[in-house]
């Protein structure tokens, strides 16, 4: 069976503390094999023969049920996840200038006028990169130094989406190897 990594938002964030016993016990109880859970931010490893487009709905039916809020699921396969650790929409010196970069996972690719909608928040600080289901953000100085945020990015797209660290992307990838 693929190993799948759900990556949840609105965990551990926002008031919303779970515990990630909690959120493997879960998982475990929707029928999902080989649970982990990877660092306190709302990830979640498992197999399952199911695809995503089915289980994104199901994880989030089941955890708004259990939890009592929307929590937002965007699942990718441990190969997807793979091929985002490695993706490098800038160069090597605009990454060492920025002190964070970060990945939003999306549950389509993004349409065009979404797009366009994003790159007019360009500044000297953010920068952003879409590509298929997935949008980087670049940004120079710290991320609350930013005027940018996940509210901000799905109030002008319209698509709901949940930011990681390059680096846990990277862990992930390391952790699960292809």
Same mark, same amino acid.
Not at 47 to 67: C, N
Not at 141 to 152: C, E, H, I, T, W
């Given at each position: /069976? ?14 919303? %503390? ?24 709302? =990830? ?13 709905? &199901? ?27 490695? *993706? ?6 605009? %990454? ?5 970069? =970060? ?6 690719? /993004? ?21 298929? &289901? ?32 390059? =680096? ?7 952790? *699960?190897?292809?």
């Amino acid at each position: /069976m693929p190993r799948l990594v759900a990556f949840l938002r609105a965990i551990n964030v926002g008031g919303h %503390v779970v515990k990630m016993t909690q959120l493997k016990a879960l998982f475990e109880a929707m029928a999902l094999d080989d649970v982990e859970t990877f660092i306190a931010s709302g =990830n979640v490893i498992f197999t399952s023969s199911a695809k995503a487009a089915t289980l994104e709905p &199901r994880i989030e039916k089941q955890l708004r049920a259990a939890l009592g809020y929307e929590v937002r699921t965007f699942v990718r396969s441990t190969g997807e996840v793979a091929e985002i650790a490695a *993706y490098e929409p800038w160069s090597a010196a605009d %990454v060492a200038a920025a002190r964070s970069l =970060n990945v939003g996972l999306l549950a389509a690719p /993004m349409p065009a006028a979404g797009a366009k909608a994003l790159m007019s928040l360009r500044t000297e600080m953010d920068d952003f990169h879409v590509r298929g &289901r997935e949008v980087w953000w670049k940004c120079v100085l710290g991320q609350a130094d930013s005027k940018f945020s996940n509210v901000a990015f799905e109030k002008l797209t319209g698509r709901a989406a949940t930011f990681r660290n390059v =680096n846990t992307m990277r862990r992930l990838a390391a952790k *699960y190897p292809v």
